[in-house]
C-alpha cells in the first residue's frame, strides 16, 4: 500500500517483538497449552506466560495483576463493566452516568439496558468535547450504580479529568466509576491506582499489540464487584469464562510493557508533527478544528466547510487512510454523533477527518497529508461552487 | 464505501465543472447543500427555448457523494451535440447499473435527474410543474 497511514487511532500495526512473543505460543515447538491445564506442565508453562502477562499489564497501567481480568478487547471490557454492574448491583438501584460522547461500546449497551428497564443519564460536553465534573456530580442520584466516563475520546481526542470525577463520586455517591482507557494509554499517563476509579477498560491493538486482546481492570482495594456475563469453566475469577488465548494476552502484555511512559522525545514528535499537520491545514479556507487544542498529541480532528463528506474522503483516499469519524462508526456513513454532540451542524459533522500520528509516521507523511487534502478541498470546492 | 471503475475515473477526474453565460444558456438546480446533495446544470443550446433545439454545451456545479459527481460528470459531457430533451439520455435504473450505485443512493440519483430536468425545461420551453420551479435565466 503506498497511502500514508494516519489512522493510528483506529489502530496500530503490531510491533515486531510483539508478533515474535506471541508466535512462540502457537505452535508445537512453543508454548501452545491450555493454560487452565493445571495437571501437567505444557499447561503450566501456558500459565506462567498468561500470568507473566497480566502482571506486565497490571504494572503499566499501576494496578494489581489480580485486577487485570482479559478479554477480547475494549468492547468486551466496557461490555462487562456495564452489564456486569448494572447486573449485580440491579438490587441497589438501577441509574447510570454517562456522557453523549462515549464511545457505541458504551452507549449501545446503556441504550439496552434502558430496554431492560434501566435509567441512563447522558451528560452533554461542551463546544471543545469536555465534561465539567460538577456536571457528573449533579447528575448522581441515590439510585446511580454506575458512572461511565472515558478517558480519552476517540474521535477529539479530549482528555477528561477523571481524577476530579472519581473524587467528585467518592464523596457524594457509591456509583462506581468504569472508565474506556482504550485511547488513552500509551498516549499520557493511566494510573489506576491514583485515578481512583473501579474499572479501566484497555485495548491491545491500539498501543502495537494484537487485535482482539484487551482487558477490564476490576479494583480490589474499591471492591468492586460484577457479575459474570458468559459462564462456562469460571477462567479470570469466573468473571469471563472461557480459554484464556495465551498468545493474545502475551502481545497484549509485550506491548503494554513497551508503550508504558514513551519517552519524552517521542511524544514530543508526535505533537510536533500534529502542529506541523495543523499549521499545514489551518492555513486553508474553512477549517475548524473539533476539540480544541486539548486533544492528546497524536489525534487532530478537522471540520472542512464546502465539501461532502463521503467525496472529501473518497478524494484523499488514494493519498492517506484517515478516518471520518471512529473507525468502529464510519462504516455507517453516518455524521458523527460526538461532533454533533459538540454542536457541529451535520453538513460539517459530516466533512470532518480524523488524522491520527503514530510510532512511524514521518515528517514526509504529514506534508503528504497536507498537500492531498489541500488539493481535494480545491477541487470538491470548485466542482460544488463553494 | 468502494467505487466502480467508471465512477472513479468521473469523480477523479470530472470534466464539464463550471457555469454558463449568455442569452443561450439555462440552468437548472436540484436539491441543497443543507440537506447533503445539490446539483446543477448549465446548457447551451442553439436557438431556445423551443424544442428540438442542439446542446452546444453543458456544465454542472455538484456538492454530494462521489457518484452524484460522477454521473453529473458523465451526463454533462454526454450532452453536447444531443437533441435538448426534458427526460434524462438514459434512465435512473441505467445509470444505477452503469455507474454500480448502491440502490440506497437511489434518492441522490433522482436530484440529479431533477437538475437536469429543470434545466432542460428551461432550455426547451416546456411546460413546467408547479412543483419544480423554473430558474432564472442565465
Given at each position: 500500500m503506498n497511502c500514508v497511514y494516519l489512522d493510528y487511532a483506529a489502530t496500530t500495526p503490531v510491533a515486531p517483538p510483539v508478533a515474535a512473543r506471541m508466535a512462540q505460543c502457537l505452535t508445537v515447538e512453543g508454548t501452545f497449552g491450555n493454560p487452565a491445564s493445571a495437571g501437567h506442565e505444557y499447561g503450566d508453562a501456558a500459565a506462567q506466560l498468561v500470568e507473566a502477562a497480566r502482571a506486565q499489564v497490571a504494572a503499566a497501567v499501576g494496578a494489581k495483576a489480580a485486577e487485570v481480568v482479559w478479554t477480547s478487547g475494549a468492547t468486551e471490557a466496557n461490555n462487562l463493566a456495564i452489564f456486569g454492574t448494572a447486573l449485580y448491583y440491579q438490587e441497589s438501584g438501577r441509574h447510570i452516568v454517562t456522557a453523549r460522547t462515549e464511545h457505541k461500546s458504551v452507549l449501545d449497551p446503556c441504550r439496552e439496558l434502558e430496554r431492560r428497564g434501566w435509567r441512563v443519564s447522558y451528560l452533554s460536553p461542551d463546544r471543545e468535547g469536555m465534561l465539567d465534573p460538577g456536571q457528573v456530580a449533579g447528575a448522581l442520584r441515590p439510585d446511580t450504580v454506575l458512572v461511565s466516563i472515558m478517558h480519552v475520546n476517540n474521535e477529539i481526542g479530549v482528555t477528561q479529568d477523571i481524577a476530579a470525577i472519581a473524587a467528585l463520586c467518592a464523596e457524594s455517591s457509591a456509583a462506581r466509576l468504569h472508565v474506556d482507557a482504550a485511547q488513552s494509554f500509551g498516549k499520557c499517563p493511566v494510573d489506576f491506582g491514583a485515578l481512583g476509579v473501579d474499572l479501566l477498560s484497555l485495548s491491545a491493538h491500539k498501543v502495537y499489540g494484537p487485535k482482539g486482546a484487551g482487558a477490564l481492570i476490576v479494583s480490589g482495594e474499591r471492591g468492586a464487584r460484577l457479575a459474570p456475563l458468559q459462564y462456562g469453566?469460571?477462567?479470570?475469577?469466573?468473571?469471563r469464562s472461557g480459554t484464556v488465548a495465551t498468545h493474545q494476552v502475551v502481545g497484549m502484555g509485550e506491548a503494554f510493557a513497551l508503550a508504558k511512559g514513551p519517552p519524552p522525545s517521542e511524544i514530543e514528535r508526535i505533537a510536533l508533527l500534529k502542529e506541523r499537520l495543523w499549521e499545514g491545514l489551518r492555513s486553508l479556507r474553512g477549517v475548524l478544528r473539533n476539540g480544541g487544542a486539548r486533544a492528546v498529541p497524536h489525534l487532530l480532528n478537522v471540520s472542512f466547510e464546502g465539501v461532502e463528506g463521503e467525496s472529501l474522503l473518497a478524494a484523499v483516499r488514494p493519498s492517506i487512510a484517515v478516518s471520518t469519524g471512529s473507525a468502529c462508526t464510519s462504516i455507517n456513513q453516518e455524521p458523527s454523533y460526538v461532533l454533533r454532540a459538540l454542536g457541529r451542524d451535520d453538513r460539517l459533522a459530516e466533512s470532518s477527518l480524523r488524522f491520527s500520528i503514530g510510532r512511524f509516521t514521518t515528517v514526509s507523511d504529514v506534508d503528504t497529508a497536507v498537500v492531498a487534502v489541500t488539493r481535494a478541498l480545491e477541487r470538491l470546492r470548485r466542482i460544488a461552487g463553494t | 464505501v468502494t467505487y466502480s471503475e467508471l465512477t472513479r475515473r468521473y469523480f477523479d477526474d470530472a470534466a464539464c465543472v463550471g457555469v454558463l453565460a449568455g442569452p443561450d444558456s439555462f440552468r437548472g438546480a436540484a436539491g441543497s447543500r443543507a440537506q447533503g446533495t445539490w446539483v446543477q446544470f448549465d446548457v447551451q443550446v442553439s436557438s431556445a427555448p423551443r424544442s428540438g433545439t442542439t446542446i452546444h454545451a453543458m456544465r454542472f456545479l455538484a456538492f454530494g457523494c462521489p457518484h452524484v459527481i460522477a454521473v453529473s460528470a458523465w451526463l454533462a459531457e454526454q450532452a453536447?451535440?444531443?437533441?435538448?430533451?426534458?427526460?434524462?439520455?438514459?434512465?435512473i435504473q441505467s445509470l444505477r447499473e452503469r455507474f454500480g450505485i448502491p440502490v440506497d443512493k437511489l434518492g441522490r440519483l433522482l436530484i440529479v435527474e431533477d437538475a437536469w430536468i429543470a434545466a432542460m425545461r428551461t432550455a426547451t420551453g416546456a411546460p413546467v410543474l408547479e412543483s419544480r420551479p423554473q430558474q432564472p435565466h442565465v
Open positions: 469453566g469460571g477462567q479470570e475469577r469466573a468473571l | 453536447a451535440g444531443r437533441e435538448a430533451r426534458v427526460s434524462l439520455p438514459e434512465s
